[in-house]
């Protein structure tokens, strides 16, 4: 039935026809197969030539001249037969039953349909054009991800991290902090606090959690280590660094350099450091009984390559504050 209708309507999807027919005004369409649809609105246009100056309808009719080798024109003499014939096959598509939307026409798989499809998919005309279109999304992806990673903060955030990293008294302290952070296993050992239980859904076992025991914190085995730790590597380096302070003294009568200059120098610092260390805790010098051997043994212990570890950490922030000194020359 469906090879009478008109090309153009063959062509369409059913919701092409199904949006055609609600324009132009063709009612009862539910529940209509394609075919019958095809041959429902073909009459209908057919009858109502009125439409040709509808954007959508307009191909129906251009199709249909096409077919019959001349302009859109209805023919009086022809006219009546056509219409009782297209009446009565609309009476009989709507009088049809109503089966499954999705089912397909038999003449969809026609070389005409496949045809049809073929020319609705956009494709590139040159391989050029592939080419221009791949590094036009490129581009754009390009520019996408380097405008969330502006908006993000993160290059502020790393320049000022950095910058904050960047001088003599960071070093310092960051080395200090990874001495505390071996000494702390030393005089704050961990304890069982509580058990994470296995997810068996990521695959994972009982996990003991332990804290470190802060009721060491009353006890002489915390404060003896520490309290030597604290004069050994901070009190006296600083002391001497802030009396003997060589930076204060060269910056005297310049404004400029005086402000640059260090309230205790770092360099003096870590000769200090490095001094009182080699003879705390390798020549074994008590100062008259003031210090616990004990002491100095478990801190030996637990910092990182004992008192050979503090001297090299003394190194690396004299030789910073030289080569920042130098710097600032």
Do not use: C
């Not at 249909?64 to 056509?82: N, T, W, Y």
């Not at 915390?222 to 730790?229: A, E, G, Q, R, S």
């Amino acid at each position: 039935m469906s090879s009478t209708t008109n090309s153009f309507l063959r062509g369409q999807r059913k919701t092409d026809l199904l949006e055609l027919a609600e324009e132009v005004g063709l009612q009862n369409t539910d529940g209509m197969k394609k075919n019958d649809l095809e041959v429902a609105l073909d009459g209908y246009l057919t009858e109502h030539p009125n439409y040709s100056s509808n954007p959508k309808a307009a191909p129906f009719y251009q199709s249909r001249a096409r077919a019959i080798g001349s302009p859109v024109k209805k023919d009086p003499a022809a006219g009546e037969p056509k219409k009782r014939r297209a009446a009565k096959a609309a009476e009989q598509a709507i009088s049809a039953s109503a089966d499954d939307d999705s089912e397909l026409p038999s003449s969809s798989g026609t070389p005409g349909r496949a045809l049809a499809l073929a020319r609705r998919i956009p494709l590139p005309s040159t391989p050029a054009d592939v080419a221009r279109v791949v590094d036009e999304r490129t581009l754009a992806l390009r520019e996408r991800v380097s405008s969330l990673y502006e908006e993000s903060g993160i290059r502020e955030v790393t320049y000022n991290t950095r910058d904050t990293l960047s001088t003599v008294t960071s070093i310092i302290l960051s080395i200090a902090a990874f001495e505390l952070y071996h000494l702390r296993k030393e005089v704050l050992p961990d304890r069982y606090a509580f058990t994470i239980p296995a997810v068996k859904a990521l695959g994972t076992s009982d996990y003991p959690v332990e804290v470190p025991d802060l009721f060491f914190t009353l006890t002489s085995r915390f404060w003896y280590p520490v309290l030597l730790w604290t004069f050994t590597s901070v009190i006296v380096p600083t002391i001497f660094g802030f009396y003997f302070n060589l930076s204060a003294a060269h910056s005297a009568g310049n404004r400029k350099r005086s402000q640059q200059s260090f309230s205790v120098d770092p360099l003096t610092f870590s000769i200090a450091k490095a001094v009182i260390t080699y003879v705390i805790y390798q020549q074994g010098v008590t100062f008259g009984g003031w210090v616990d051997q004990n002491s100095v043994a478990r801190i030996n212990s637990a910092i990182y390559g004992g008192w050979k570890g503090v001297i090299t950490g003394a190194f690396i922030s004299g030789v910073a504050s030289f080569y920042d000194a130098v710097l600032r020359k």
